[in-house]
C-alpha cells in the first residue's frame, strides 16, 4: 500500500517465459496484487507464473481488498444498477479462467484468456479484475522486462495524492531517448503522438506508445473497459476514453529500456496505419459526444465546417489538375479562385478549432 491506498499491477504476458518470472519477482513491496493475464501463451508462460505463486506468500489478509457488496436503500438504485452492469460485463470480454482458487487473499493472480486478444484485451482484462476488487490504484508493467520497477513509485504518486486520475510515463523527454531508442521506434512513436494529440484533445501528451502507465478506480469505473482497443493502440484509445470522461492525466519522465531480452512482437510499419485508422475513427467520435452530445462547444462546427469545406474543394482541385496536364498551364479562372478560398476558410476553420480544442481541454492536464 502507498498512504494507505490499495495498488494493483497488471501484467500483460505473451509468450515471455524468459522474463516473466523476474518481472514478479522484482515487484516492489508495496504492491497490494499482481495480475498476470496470459493471453494465450504458446510457450510456458503460465507454468512460470505457477511456479512462482509457490514462492509468494500463499496467502494474507486486508480487509481494503475484495469486492464489495452494496445493500439496496432507497437512495441507491444506481449505485445498484452499476453493479449489476459490473457482474454481466465480464461476457464482454475475451473469455478467460481465473487460476486462483483463493484469489481475495492472493497476492499474485493468474488469469488465462482461452483465447489470443491482444496486449489491449489482456490489461482490459486485467482493469476488470481490479474495477471489481476495488483496487485505488492500478498500474500496468509489460512482461517482458522493459519496465524499472523502481519507477513504480513514481508512475503510482500523482495517483494515489490525487492529483490526477491517469499517470503515463514519458521516455522521449529522458535525456538518453534517442541514443536508446530505436531510430524506427522513435519515428514511429513521434508519428503516432501528433495524431494521438489530436484524437485525444491531450495536446500537451508527447510519449504517447509508453504501457507503463497508473489509473485510478474512480477513473477505470468511468471507462467502458470491455470496448477497449484490443491490440497495440490500446494506449492510443485509453486517452481518447479518458478524455471523453475528463479525466486528469499527466506524464512522469521514466528512462527507456531496451537489448533486457525482450523480443518484441510489434511491426511498426504495419501497427502505424491501423492505428491511424483507428486515432481518425476515435476523434470524431470524442468531439461529437464531447462536444456536441453532451455539452454543446462551437469547435464542433468548425471542425465539422473544415472538413466540409475541404470536401468541397476536391472537384475544384480535379478541375485545376486537368487544365494543368492538358492544356499545360493553370492560368487564373473562378475554379483556381474558389479553390483558394475554400483551402484558406477550412484552414482558417480547423485552427481556430484546434485551438479551442487546446484551451478547453489544458484544464485537463497536470
Known amino acids: 500500500m502507498l498512504q494507505n491506498k490499495t495498488i494493483a499491477v497488471v501484467i500483460p504476458a505473451y509468450n515471455e517465459e524468459n522474463q516473466i518470472d523476474e518481472v514478479i519477482a522484482s515487484m516492489p513491496a508495496f504492491v497490494d496484487r499482481i495480475v498476470v493475464v496470459n493471453d494465450l501463451s504458446s510457450d510456458q508462460t503460465a507454468e512460470v507464473v505457477l511456479g512462482r505463486m509457490k514462492k509468494e506468500l500463499p496467502e494474507f489478509r486486508n480487509e481494503q481488498i475484495g469486492p464489495r457488496i452494496l445493500?439496496?436503500?432507497?437512495?441507491?438504485?444506481?449505485?445498484?444498477?452499476?453493479?449489476?452492469?459490473?457482474?454481466?460485463?465480464?461476457?464482454?470480454?475475451?473469455?478467460?479462467?481465473?487460476?486462483?482458487?483463493?484469489?481475495?487473499?492472493?497476492?499474485?493472480?493468474?488469469?488465462?484468456?482461452?483465447?489470443?486478444?491482444?496486449?489491449?484485451?489482456?490489461?482490459?482484462?486485467?482493469?476488470?479484475?481490479?474495477?471489481?476488487?476495488?483496487?485505488?490504484?492500478?498500474?500496468?508493467?509489460?512482461?517482458?522486462?522493459?519496465?524499472?520497477?523502481?519507477?513504480?513509485?513514481?508512475?503510482?504518486?500523482?495517483?494515489?495524492?490525487?492529483?490526477?486520475?491517469?499517470?503515463?510515463?514519458?521516455?522521449?523527454?529522458?535525456?538518453?531517448?534517442?541514443l536508446v531508442i530505436p531510430r524506427t521506434r522513435y519515428l514511429g512513436n513521434s508519428i503516432l503522438s501528433i495524431m494521438t494529440k489530436m484524437a485525444s484533445g491531450y495536446w500537451r501528451v508527447s510519449d504517447t506508445q509508453t504501457g507503463y502507465t497508473a489509473i485510478s478506480l474512480q477513473a477505470l469505473k468511468k471507462i467502458d473497459l470491455a470496448r477497449i482497443y484490443r491490440r497495440y493502440g490500446m494506449p492510443n484509445d485509453m486517452l481518447v476514453k479518458l478524455n471523453i470522461a475528463r479525466c486528469t492525466i499527466c506524464e512522469v519522465e521514466i528512462k527507456p529500456v531496451y537489448r533486457v531480452g525482450e523480443n518484441s512482437k510489434m511491426k511498426v510499419m504495419r501497427v502505424i496505419p491501423r492505428i491511424s485508422w483507428m486515432l481518425f475513427k476515435a476523434f470524431f467520435r470524442r468531439i461529437w459526444i464531447r462536444y456536441f452530445k453532451r455539452d454543446f462547444h462551437p469547435l464542433f462546427l468548425l471542425y465539422m465546417l473544415s472538413m466540409v469545406l475541404s470536401l468541397a474543394s476536391i472537384p475544384f482541385l480535379v478541375e485545376i489538375l486537368k487544365n494543368l496536364f492538358v492544356a499545360g498551364s493553370v492560368t487564373p479562372n473562378s475554379f483556381l479562385l474558389i479553390y483558394i478560398f475554400l483551402v484558406i476558410s477550412s484552414l482558417q476553420s480547423l485552427f481556430f478549432a484546434m485551438w479551442m480544442d487546446i484551451q478547453d481541454n489544458d484544464r485537463l492536464q497536470i
Open 71 to 178: 445493500e439496496r436503500t432507497r437512495y441507491n438504485e444506481a449505485e445498484m444498477v452499476l453493479q449489476a452492469r459490473d457482474e454481466k460485463e465480464i461476457s464482454d470480454f475475451v473469455p478467460s479462467e481465473l487460476v486462483n482458487r483463493d484469489p481475495e487473499n492472493n497476492r499474485l493472480i493468474l488469469i488465462n484468456h482461452l483465447k489470443n486478444g491482444g496486449v489491449g484485451a489482456a490489461i482490459a482484462r486485467g482493469y476488470k479484475w481490479c474495477k471489481d476488487n476495488n483496487m485505488d490504484c492500478t498500474a500496468v508493467m509489460a512482461g517482458d522486462g522493459q519496465m524499472d520497477p523502481a519507477e513504480l513509485e513514481g508512475i503510482c504518486m500523482p495517483v494515489v495524492d490525487g492529483l490526477a486520475a491517469y499517470v503515463k510515463g514519458n521516455r522521449l523527454i529522458h535525456r538518453s531517448a534517442k
